[in-house]
């Protein structure tokens, strides 16, 4: 039998429960899998790498899928000047992570999405579409914060979340960033000897509650209103703060 990352079958079943939930969210929103599946995983694996790479892995299904649909909702020129800020923003989180206390930036992030969240919980109908040269800054802060915790997220769903674009485009535009994200992380994890055979295994092996809660969340995508789906969205963008302040 290949050898696997996982020491006993409770834990396989375990992480495959928490990959249904965590897809089923990444593919219903377009964010959140990291928030569910790192922050649970964590304390079941003592080598917090198996947890990383596995969703690393195992996200690029839905990342592609997502992009495939969606790609006539995506608008690449925004993204690009998003992807240049964020690649200027990585070394600049990676010397702040040397030199400054993390922990301020994370706290201050963390309560900055907790009052995102609330506002747009009360106004979930009234968009500000943000001006183009926002997107540069967004790129950069959101750079800075990969480089810092690997977690730059937050900034990109903030702007898009702003912009009021329904949730095709939403979900679409999110996703095509991590997709590209993903397609850089890839080959240098395999270059650093993170990828290893047992972890391949172990992706192949979870694959099934993968494909399943993917599947629920496009389900889910498709049922869900445009007013539903922006209360949903704030609502987790506040639970991802209060989970970044309790970190």
């Not at 979930?124 to 990969?146: D, E, I, K, Y």
């Not at 192949?204 to 922006?230: T, Y």
């Amino acid at each position: 039998m290949p050898t696997t990352i996982f020491a006993d079958p409770l834990q396989y079943a375990l992480t495959c429960v928490v990959l249904v939930v965590a897809q089923l969210v990444y593919v219903l929103f377009g964010f959140g899998s990291g928030l569910i599946a790192v922050g649970t995983l964590a304390l079941v694996f003592p080598d917090l790498r198996d947890v990383v790479v596995l969703l690393l892995l195992v996200n690029l299904p839905a990342e592609l899928l997502v992009v495939s649909r969606s790609r006539h909702f995506i608008r690449w020129r925004p993204m690009a000047t998003l992807g240049v800020g964020i690649g200027l923003g990585i070394p600049v989180g990676t010397w702040i992570l040397g030199g400054f206390d993390a922990a301020v930036v994370l706290t201050v992030l963390g309560w900055f999405l907790v009052a995102t969240g609330l506002v747009f919980l009360r106004l979930p109908s009234a968009p500000q579409r943000p001006p183009g040269w926002l997107a540069g800054p967004t790129g950069l802060l959101s750079g800075v914060l990969t480089g810092l915790f690997g977690t730059g997220g937050p900034p990109i769903i903030v702007w898009y979340h702003l912009a009021g674009t329904d949730k095709a485009a939403f979900r679409g535009n999110l996703m095509a960033i991590f997709l590209l994200m993903s397609l850089v992380r890839v080959p240098s994890y395999v270059v650093g000897g993170l990828v290893t055979a047992p972890r391949l295994w172990s992706t192949l092996a979870v694959m099934p509650a993968v494909l399943l809660g993917a599947w629920l969340g496009h389900r889910l995508h498709i049922a869900v209103s445009e007013i539903l789906f922006r209360r949903l969205v704030s609502g987790l963008l506040a639970v991802l703060g209060v989970v970044l302040l309790l970190r």
